[in-house]
């Protein structure tokens, strides 16, 4: 970074990213906000920069008494510990630190034994339960799917499906092999201590469970191009296993979207002016990979201009859209990953080529395309199909 750089930042103000802060005098201050980004996705601390963006400078004094607290901040007051990086960036005659925090690969990061922070905006505040189980999970130290959903039982599971997979998809006569069916669950991890794990429900899961209710989709055909307009076409939350929230958030769009001709004969039945291809991919991968720990729903919004397919969750660690776009992939939900693509009706291949595919697809059919990942908040991630 250059002092051009610098000042650029400074007008740009404190956001989730970027932290202005006069000088640390409390080591247990500075384990805080670096912890903080740690947690979040990472920034930049400007030391010798105050609250209203003034460039106040530091001493060489400071700059040393600086570099001391950080490196002993960083190994023994954030657990586990984590290393950063200082720039000493001068502006005019005054000297600003720049402390690069990463986004960390270990979370959670706790700082003077007690506290865990996360990055709110410009300011932090202490993490709440679900986030924790978010940051355990970025770290894949804990998955969504594999938890135990308490009060359930193979009573909340369609056994006839389970069945039928464990015969017909993977070649396993459970009748013959003298095992109990709920041993075999649990060695699949879709039981636990003969309750079913969220991966067993979202697989084989009664549409009546109470834990499936809270993971269904929304979706709404919009007239016009406004998500605050109040007239729609067609609306329906739906409900269910994964087989049944594919099968029936795809029958939705499908029955938004116009078939064209396309050089086809007179008598066909024409192509969706979207290619299906892209479709499937796109609501398959929001219904796998989407983030189980955040208590929201999956939205499909139509408008006149564009489809939209809404995830809870933004990509995970650190996935970005360029990333995708080229195959990268890191599992959210292993369970789910393991099973799904030998579920009936499911076209889920699992190597990374969906967004490939999606965007292959769309290409050909001359429709815009856009992938939105949004780390705020909760964060969700979003793909927009742009209709002719």
Known sequence: MDSKELVEIIQLGEDSKTLFKEIFTSPDSMADEIAAFANSDGGKILVGVNDIGEITGLTKENIARLNQMISNVCSQKIEPTISVTTENIKYDDKTVMVINVPMGSNKFYMSNGADIWVK????????????????????????????????????????????????????????????????ILENMKLMTSEKCTLGGLLLFGKKSNFELCKHYIAAVSWFGNDIAGTDYRESENIYG?????????????????????????????????????AIKEALVNAIIHRNYFIFSNIRIFVFDNRVEIISPGALPNTLNVESIKLGAKIPRNPILLSYIENLKGIPFRGIGSDVPRIIKSCEDARIKVEFINQIEGSGQFKVIFWRK
């Open 241 to 277: 296993s994964i087989s049944a929230l594919y099968s029936d958030g795809l029958a939705f769009i499908k029955r938004q979207l116009k078939k064209t001709q396309n050089g086809q004969e007179f008598n066909s039945l024409g192509i969706l002016e979207i290619p299906e291809i």
């Open 120 to 183: 709110v905006g410009a300011d932090k505040r202490r993490a709440r339960r679900e986030e924790l189980k978010r940051l355990l999970q970025e770290s894949t130290h804990l998955y969504a799917d594999e938890q135990v959903v308490e009060g359930t039982s193979t009573k909340d599971l369609n056994m006839f499906e389970v069945e039928d997979f464990l015969e017909q998809k993977i070649d396993l006569d459970y009748t013959k092999t003298g095992i109990n069916i709920k041993q």
